[in-house]
């Protein structure tokens, strides 16, 4: 009997390890690259502020394996090929969040997507916010909604101008819904400007 539970615990110690180990995909490709793309899932990773070694290390090998693979996809296509690409990119799309899911809760998730689009999502939305004090909280869902469709996008994009242009596009569709909603938004970001300038002078 001690023999078995032995073995069982042995067994549970051993997955255990083996599910902190994460292989960084860096075969084959140039050592220079590698380290640039190390730097920058680790950076995020800083962000998250992990105590555990094991668990950090982990979480940036799939930070930077995703960041490979993105570019594997991107290079296979010519601007002739843009539906085969977001075929694949959208295979691939959700085997981030699973990955980071072992090691992260949601919003340790959701902080990794915000670092890998630059931060765009949490400054627009604050942005629109600000600019339009009176949104109600059913515009300011929606908004946010909106924001967060413009990351799950921009996290696939080939590089920073693709990442931004999502963000980009979905804020044009947010004007427009708030335009149709009787918002000024000319008058609204004027008056937004003038506050801005007001505080200044504080």
Known sequence: ?????Y?????LFTLTANAQQVVLNDEGRDSAYVE????????????LQLTDSEQARAVRNIIANRYFLLNDIHAKYDKS???ALQAELYRHHFELA??????LNDEQIDAVKDGMTFGRLKRDY????DMIPSLS?????QVLIWLKEAREYAMDAADSKGKHFWFDKYRGRTNNWLSSRGYDLKK???NWMKRIEEAKKK
């Open 1 to 5: 009997m001690r023999k078995v539970l």
């Open 7 to 11: 073995v069982a615990i042995l067994s």
């Open 36 to 47: 640039n793309i190390k730097g920058r899932a680790q950076k995020i990773v800083d962000g």
């Open 81 to 83: 090929q843009q539906d």
């Open 98 to 103: 699973s990955a980071l899911a072992l090691y």
């Open 126 to 129: 604050q942005a629109t916010q």
């Open 137 to 141: 909280d059913f515009e300011k869902r």
């Open 188 to 190: 609204e970001r004027d």
